[in-house]
RNA sequence: GCGCCCGUAGCUCAGCUGGAUAGAGUACCUGGCUACGAACCAGGGGGUCAGGGGUUCGAAUCCCUUCGGGCGCGCCA
């Protein structure tokens, strides 16, 4: 059941509203999947918008509908119920389809071609390189990388970029931390910055300073440039491992130094100034924000000299533009929004012709997690807090990052570790991977007891499917169909979470059909047909899951 | 005070550009393992969709408003 079978009735409807109400336009036709299975396989509520033009009664108008409906291999039946809707179910026939479309494309199946091969970026984590990564950053990494492969899934060419703040006060507070416990190693007098860094890693790092080669040099602890470089690739390098091994790739790293190293901060200062739309007042030097909108002028160049941030952030989605990408997409906290307007209006001053709305954002709320039915506090200043790595090294790779991309973005997350942990039937990443399990378990089985038939090529994906019509069987290949267009509201919304709602369904259908109905039965015909059937929620369950970084077990 | 986001079952959450009796999971109750994996299934109770007003044939969804919560409002990033 797939987007040709919706197309093709829409069709019929437009055809039969063209013999009913000639005069009406055909975008009135629309259909919806029904929520109820005996609403039918989907559902047209047209004739009750038809109502008052027409001057009918809305059951009348979709009666005639119904009637004027030409004739289709695929429609199994049409009626008019509740209010005005007209019902549509689906003939059996196009609904097996599915199966021998997602055993022939297998690990291609869901995929698509229409996003034309168009550029797009997805930036995301981007944290800075002054701490290990925290909860919230896996979040914004689960989130990322899924939207990043859904895009992929719809034809388009992403690139998943990072952008490190390398530069700038952070970095000067993180190397004076790692200078001050440094000196403390050493016996040295020291002073720890009022706005540094106080977690146990800076005390490791500058340990692991001071055995390098750098560090054991005499004078090291007085080399503040010295101590920053290490600091920072130690920082990225463990930032690095725990992306790792959460599964997140990115296809390049950008660093907010080199828009300095390359003058691409003076020459975005410059444009802007040359486009008129700066002044200095008080010694510093000024944005008209304003004139677009923002509540009051924002400062580019502060009365010392130095760029506040959002210079070198402009900067940055400049050379995004310049690179060729016209659709850009930041995920970033919530807490960080005010920057979105800053960055837009950076980019409009500039004249280049950059749209209003340039780049997209997906902002995502705070993550708590509660352990114990309490909640762990999260403070950075104080140097406790849960990273990642603590994450991935308790509940595991998979089940973190399935709970972490399971909810809408703009929701507050609470993280229950205690369920993420448990490796029991409370965990619902577990209840899709087992479904996953149970098909490749009776493959098995049935590769062991009819090895003639299994080895015969197009045992499954030739199979006649004519003997799936039951009522389970039906539900699950409805479901089936449906996974294409899934992906393609999904991606549209930029919403992984649908994802994991539809693997729960995909994973019930399956689990509810196995307890039912036995699929290795003795007549090859409906054995094979069942078999095709389990095949084809194994293809998907694992192409799913795969989306959201997640492993389908064979055995678990 | 201003801006953005949120408020749905005891708890955690879905609900698509407005559609039918608001759905899952979990918890609680009842049943199902000598049948391909019980990390599973079948069934049951559980709701003022925060409150109020409006638009509409139809509102959890859109608009206004009140209340409650989060985040932001810097010559910090």
């Not at 989907?42 to 009348?60: E, G």
């Not at 055993?103 to 800075?128: I, P, T, W, Y």
């Not at 924002?298 to 690179?323: C, I, N, Q």
């Not at 019930?508 to 389990?534: C, G, K, M, Q, T």
């Amino acid at each position: 059941m797939s987007a040709e079978i919706r197309s093709h009735l829409t069709e019929l409807l437009i055809r039969a509203l063209a013999r009913v109400a000639p005069e009406e336009p055909a975008t009135v036709i629309t259909l919806e999947r029904p929520k109820q299975a005996r609403h039918g396989d989907f559902s047209c509520p047209a004739a009750m918008q038809l109502a008052r033009n027409l001057k009918r009664p809305p059951r009348d108008i979709a009666q005639a509908l119904v009637q004027a409906l030409p004739g289709s291999e695929w429609l199994e039946s049409a009626e008019v119920a509740g209010g005005g809707f007209i019902n549509l179910r689906v003939r059996p026939a196009a609904k097996q389809h599915a199966v021998t479309t997602i055993l022939e494309k297998d690990h291609a199946f869901g995929r698509s071609a229409r996003g034309q091969g168009q550029a797009v970026m997805v930036e995301f984590v981007s944290a800075n390189p002054t701490g290990p990564l925290h909860v919230g950053h896996g979040r914004q990494a689960a989130l990322g990388d899924s939207i990043a492969a859904l895009l992929e899934s719809q034809g388009l060419r992403v690139t998943r970029e990072f952008y490190y703040n390398d530069a700038g006060a952070q970095i000067r507070a993180l190397a004076l931390s790692v200078q001050a416990r440094a000196r403390e190693a050493l016996g040295l007098p020291s002073q720890f910055p009022e706005d540094g860094y106080h977690g146990e890693y800076i005390a490791e790092i500058a340990q692991k300073y001071l055995a390098s080669d750098a560090g054991s040099s005499a004078g090291a602890a007085h080399d503040l440039e010295a101590i920053r470089r290490f600091a920072v690739t130690e920082l990225r390098a463990e930032q690095d491992r725990d992306l790792q091994a959460f599964g997140v790739r990115f296809d390049n790293h950008y660093l907010e130094s080199s828009l300095y190293a390359d003058g691409r901060v003076d020459a975005t200062v410059a444009a802007l100034v040359a486009a008129g739309k700066t002044y200095e007042r008080d010694g510093a030097l000024w944005l008209r924000t304003t004139e677009y909108g923002d509540d009051k002028d924002r400062v580019m160049r502060k009365s010392d000299g130095a760029y506040t941030y959002f210079v070198p952030d402009v900067a940055y989605h400049l050379t995004k533009w310049e690179r060729g990408y016209r659709k850009v997409i930041n995920v970033q906290g919530s807490d960080h929004h005010s920057t979105v307007t800053r960055v837009r209006i950076g980019l409009q001053a500039l004249g280049r012709g950059i749209p209003p709305g340039y780049p997209d954002y997906v902002l995502h709320k705070m993550v708590t997690v509660m352990r114990g039915g309490e909640e762990v506090k999260i403070s950075k200043r104080a140097g406790s807090y849960l990273t990642l790595r603590d994450l991935i090294d308790e509940a595991g790779r998979d089940a973190t990052r399935f709970f972490l991309v399971s909810r809408k973005a703009d929701t507050e997350f609470v993280f229950d570790l205690d369920l993420a942990r448990s490796q029991s039937d409370e965990n619902p990443v577990y209840y899709v991977q087992y479904a996953h399990a149970r098909v490749c378990s009776v493959l098995e089985q049935w590769r062991a007891r009819h090895p003639e038939e299994a080895a015969s090529a197009g045992a499954l994906s030739g199979a006649d499917l004519s003997a799936l019509t039951g009522a389970r069987e039906i539900a699950l290949l409805a479901r089936l169909g449906g996974y294409g267009e899934m992906l393609e509201e999904a991606s549209r919304e930029q919403a992984p979470h649908q994802i994991c709602f539809y693997l729960r369904e995909l994973a019930a259908d399956f689990h509810s059909y196995y307890n039912a109905e036995r699929i290795l039965v003795p007549e090859p015909a409906p054995r094979r047909a069942r078999l095709a059937l389990a095949a084809a929620v194994k293809v998907v369950i694992r192409n799913a899951l795969a989306l959201i970084g997640v492993g389908a077990p064979e055995k678990m």
